[in-house]
């Protein structure tokens, strides 16, 4: 039976040494708690860091047994790997460049090669576990190389990976000079989570950027497989924060702090020690609203809660004396005897005490410079029940992009976030609760479990849609099946792309044309009257009537502009429009500027940029900026970018070998159909095809819409040469 195997930096349990022997404390993270379900099913298991060293052999067996017991399984790192791995490349290289702060990034390629070596580690360790059959899920950015690693050991394993932080974008990304194999670590697995449509549209720039594999619809075309990559904003456990905060201590901890608060009004800050957090401007931008605003003073209390991280690391320390520098002066500055302004703790909270300041805090500051996600805008959100309060979330955290009823802010604009507290605190009751209620639907429907079931719910759809393009080797048994099929119908059609199919291709595409060979076999199958012989290609009519013309066969021309009947006149699939060409054309003349050996092909209702001859790094580097380049141009228009073999067509949208060959099935109703072609553009008649039909992609890339695969143009030639041989049974 497949199971489910979760991979983190840290296990949802923490072990401690005490006096006595071994601690084990459960964690009361939001993963932690949406993942329960699934590494305590039977058999399932949580691959992790158990948060201590442990050299002693007699000490790993204890945690082992005792982890497991629970469906954990330890891995155990040293002083140096978490110095390296954990400290040094996680925090010190991919925290600050994710997060933006690359002025804070360090390059230490001793990191880099700690950050490899305990990425082995774990591969390692799921290996000794998991089996071809189960399913794989990698979480954060402390393994991104795990799920390559992973997928080159079990080529055909379901592997999901999830990123809990920003994706950063590919002017910051191409900084890191480790990049490409961090994009290639990532793209081992099947499906890539995001907590944003932002995050995940710039890793798919970085990929076509860096790597340069095309994408469609948030598919990524490797050469052998294809990964999807989306968003999954995460949520948190609604209930629990529900019902802690109308829990009877949570209520007792809200009684005794407003005693000693009295006729506050109170704002809420919760944060993690970190530079990303933007602690220090909500500080100031506090202090602000005390001078623009005076009637807040001795009114409005800010209470700000510091959790305690990483204050051993240069950056964490200095932040930490600002804070305090900051709070002191500004209590300094306003505080009255019976008034302090800041009321500042540096230290974590139980549940219900945090819980009980969300419940009597009238406004909470949640206002990082940069944030996957942030839960602490949903904690508030689900600890208000039927309370009012107000949100003041930052523009740049995930948590924005759901929770459009706060006051969204740009945290670096102090001015901003000052009247953001003035208009927060003078808000209408009733209007504080209408917007809270709306983010609470929210919050209480996409919670956690939510976020767990959709993502490995879209990571078996990923796995079958896979299976789906994975195609079958033209054998001698599904060779001899077809010209059986093909002897017994009296009607067939036979659609046959021209480049890379009927003939290789040649540097100078005008130079490609058909061989001797090739101009018998189809003079042979177009003379059969039981066949139509339909030539299928992105080329312009001009070039296939000067090669072709003489035969009797069909013609679609231009990927379905031009079509033509065997023995009748040209004619457009629909009417068509040229006008833009003109407008797009100095962008490619561009591009053939700057990329030598490469040239334009103007057809009647398309352009086609060729780079077969350029040189393939440059053209590498070129075909993704162009492609960027003319989306950017064609978006919200009625055109479309076409990416084929070492060319790019812009074209009219909606029309494509598949809508014309469609046409051809439909008007002649074969019983027999053969179908094949090289590219991606040929997917499209591929997928107009009946599922009885014989579909056939040329190359040795397998992954494709079509039933069978064969390695190169000889194959094809020696399966038309048969076809055309082949004697009908009398």
């Known amino acids: 039976m497949s199971r489910t195997i979760i991979v983190s ?16 404390t459960p964690s009361e993270g939001g993963l932690a708690t949406g993942l329960g379900s699934i590494y305590r099913a039977e058999g399932n298991v949580w691959i992790g860091w158990p948060g201590l060293v442990a050299d002693d052999e007699t000490e790993r067996r204890q945690i082992t047994t005792k982890l497991q017991a629970d469906s954990m399984q330890p891995v155990f790192l040293t002083d140096d790997e978490i110095k390296g791995f954990y400290e040094g490349f996680s925090n010190e290289t991919l925290w600050p460049t994710f ?14 090669e700690t950050y490899v070596a ?4 774990y591969c390692d360790a799921v290996l000794e576990t998991a089996g071809d059959d189960d399913t794989i899920w990698v979480h954060d950015y402390q393994l991104l190389l795990l799920p390559q690693m992973l997928r080159k050991a079990r080529p055909h394993s379901t592997i999901g990976f999830f990123l809990h932080i920003p994706f950063p974008s590919y002017e910051l ?5 480790w990049r490409t194999q961090l994009l290639e670590g990532m793209l081992g697995a099947d499906l890539i989570g995001f907590h944003t449509f932002g995050y995940m549209r710039h890793f798919l720039s970085s990929v076509s950027q860096l790597l340069g594999y095309p994408s469609q619809n948030g598919r990524l075309e490797l050469k052998n497989r294809t990964v999807l990559i989306d968003a999954f904003p995460m949520g948190i456990d609604y209930e629990r924060y529900a019902n802690a905060a109308a829990s009877e201590a949570a209520q007792e901890h809200e009684q005794n702090y407003l005693a000693a608060l009295p006729n506050a009004r109170i704002i809420l800050s919760i944060d993690r020690l970190d530079y990303t957090k933007g602690i220090a401007q ?3 931008a506090f202090e602000l609203l005390l001078q623009r605003y005076p009637e807040w003073q001795g009114r409005a209390t800010l209470i700000m809660l510091v959790v305690p991280s990483r204050d051993q690391v240069a950056q964490y320390q200095e932040l930490k004396e600002e804070i305090d520098e900051l709070v002191g002066r500004i209590n300094a500055d306003y505080r009255t005897i019976t008034w302090n302004p800041i009321h500042y703790f540096y230290r974590s909270l139980p549940l219900e005490e945090l819980t009980a300041l969300y419940r009597m805090a009238e406004v909470a500051l949640v206002t990082p410079i940069r944030d996957g996600m942030n839960l602490v805008s949903k904690e508030f959100i689900a600890s208000k029940a039927d309370r009012s309060g107000v949100l003041i979330l930052s523009e740049r955290a995930g948590a924005a992009r759901e929770l459009s009823d706060a006051l969204l802010i740009n945290p670096s604009d102090m001015n901003q976030l000052a009247e953001a507290m003035h208009e927060a605190l003078e808000m209408p009751e009733e209007e504080q609760k209408v917007r809270l209620h709306n983010m609470q639907a929210l919050v209480q429907h996409y919670n956690v479990y939510h976020w767990t079931e959709l993502f490995m719910n879209r990571l078996a759809y990923t796995k079958i849609k896979q299976m789906t393009l994975a195609t079958e080797m033209l054998d001698e048994a599904e060779n001899a099946a077809l010209r059986q099929h093909y002897t017994a119908a009296s009607q067939r059609l036979l659609l046959l792309d021209y480049d890379g199919t009927l003939a290789p291709f040649h540097p100078n595409p005008q130079k490609a044309a058909p061989s001797p060979e090739i101009l018998d076999i189809l003079t042979a199958l177009s003379a059969d009257p039981h066949n139509r012989v339909v030539i299928i290609s992105g080329r312009d009519r001009q070039t296939l009537q000067k090669w072709l013309g003489h035969l009797p066969v069909d013609f679609i021309a231009e990927h379905g502009v031009w079509l033509r009947a065997a023995g009748q006149d040209w004619t457009l699939f629909q009417p068509m429009r040229n006008d833009w060409m003109k407008e797009i054309r100095p962008t490619l003349e561009l591009y053939v500027s700057r990329t030598a050996g490469s040239f334009i092909e103007d057809k009647d209702f398309s352009l ?12 590498a580097v070129r075909v993704r900026e162009l492609i960027s380049h003319l989306n950017f141009l064609t978006s ?22 598949g809508t014309a060959a469609a046409r051809w099935v439909a008007t002649y109703e074969p019983d027999f159909i053969l179908a094949i072609g090289d590219d991606r553009t040929d997917e499209d008649t591929f997928g107009a095809m009946p ?14 819409l079509a039933r069978f695969h064969v390695p190169s143009t000889v194959e094809v030639q020696e399966l038309l040469q048969g076809l055309a041989e082949a004697k009908v049974p009398q």
């Open 9 to 24: 930096n840290r296990l949802p349990t923490k072990v401690q040494r005490t006096d006595d022997d071994l601690a084990f």
């Open 99 to 112: 997060h933006y702060f690359s002025q804070y990034a360090v390059y230490n390629e001793q990191h880099w």
């Open 118 to 121: 305990v990425n082995q580690k």
């Open 173 to 177: 990304l191409r900084a890191l000079p």
């Open 282 to 284: 909500r500080l100031r």
């Open 608 to 619: 086609v940029w060729h780079y077969r001859r350029a040189d393939a790094e440059l053209a």
């Open 636 to 657: 919200n228009s009625d055109l479309q970018v076409l990416e084929g073999n070492k060319v790019i067509e812009i074209k009219a949208a909606g029309l494509n070998k």
């Open 691 to 704: 599922k009885d039909a014989y579909t056939i992609k040329v190359g040795r890339n397998s992954r494709s």
